[in-house]
């Protein structure tokens, strides 16, 4: 006996998580991937102790920490002078019971896609529409007998019904833009980033982030000795240098070591590139009728505090919770629930991306010589002041399942 019929758009992280979850929750989950395969765009991921405390709700949460490498934070200028080393990452742990991991992408869909039942995903098939259903209130129809209409959704093998739809398709979410053709859509954030796999390298290489003007070179270490690298700075949007490697060492050749040695070991064919997109203004919400928005879908962020995908896994487990208690009567006001706990915390945690990646891109020597003294005083004298800044994003808990319901934004 299922509780109802879910539709989720989308097998990324957010969505192998949501698909996972809601299974577990009762719900007879379709899953609609368009790619052929669950191959992950991007190398490696980092997961702060919220994302795993969501990966913990879900299931998966203990495989992925055998699997990781904690990460011990440090901000170096390009010169490699340290501004701030190692103390806040052993504080992180202490606080909040976990460090930040490093896994492989490819390690963190893996465990989520252990945890969705056989026969709930479908790959190789394109959402092509979703008809929200919902109340008469909200824009959709009544049935018959005062039931609310149902979501009709479209894909490329055929078409079904759904009591809840939950859209994880991403930053271009086809399913946003038809469900709020008035919203502005995206934005580019001003820069563009790469990302790459180098390695195996000799010795103990230190995670760091370094910072030039108005650049970011990360790197940071892999359980199997390879380093996972990436860099950001402004660019043209839509610019490509053709040989993304050689402009790497055009911009970074030049930077402390081990950057120059990772570079020299890379292949072309490793690195990627991407520009970084924002919303143009937050979402009116994350419902209508009977469709959810959950991930970069509803609230993409700049990466510069690694928490796209901890917020996508976030959004997974307190979806799932509320539904575990929810039937399909119930999904409209379950989802307004979903909407008044997911919107404050996302909105808070995009603005603090946002800060961050304008910190990062200055450019002027006096913006960037005050940033790089405030950061080394920081570190010298309020280590704690740090910590408390980003402790609300880290010290998030799921909700448990009974209580959900009653959880307060
Ligand atoms: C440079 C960079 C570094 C980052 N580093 C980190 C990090 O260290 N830590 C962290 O937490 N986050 C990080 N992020 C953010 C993170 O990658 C994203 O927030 C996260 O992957 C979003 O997951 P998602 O499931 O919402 O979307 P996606 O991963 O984009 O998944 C969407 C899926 O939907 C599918 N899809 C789309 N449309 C349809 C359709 N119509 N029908 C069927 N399927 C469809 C797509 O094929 C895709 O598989 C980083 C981002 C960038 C750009």
Redesign the pocket.
Known sequence: MTRGRAVV????????AAAAGLSSAGWDVKL????TTLE???A?????PN?LRALDAIGAGDRLRELAVPQELGIRRSSGRWLMRSSTGRMIADRFGDSIILLPRSAVIDALAARVPEGVLSLA????SVEPGGTAGQGGTAGQGGQTAVAHVV?SAGELDADLVVA????????RAALFPGHPGLRYAGFT?W?LLTGPVAGRVPMAESWGRGTVFGVMPLSDGRVYC?A?APAEPGASAGDELAELVRLFGTWHEPIPTLLAGARPRDVLR?D?AELAAPLPSFDKGRVAL????AH??T?NL???????LEDAAVISALAAGTDPDGVAAMLARYTADRQPRTAYVVRWSRRAATMTTWSAPPAVAFRDTLMWLLARFAPGATLRGIGTIYGWEPPAPTEAGQREA
């Open positions: 758009v989308g097998a990324g992280i957010g969505g192998l609609f991937e368009r790619a992950p765009v991007g490696a991921l980092a997961l702060a994302g098939t394109e959402v092509v894909t994880a398709d991403g930053i271009g979410s086809g399913t980033t990302r990436y950001a991407h970084v959950l991930g970069d879908a993409p962020m990466p690694g928490q796209g995908a901890c917020q996508a």
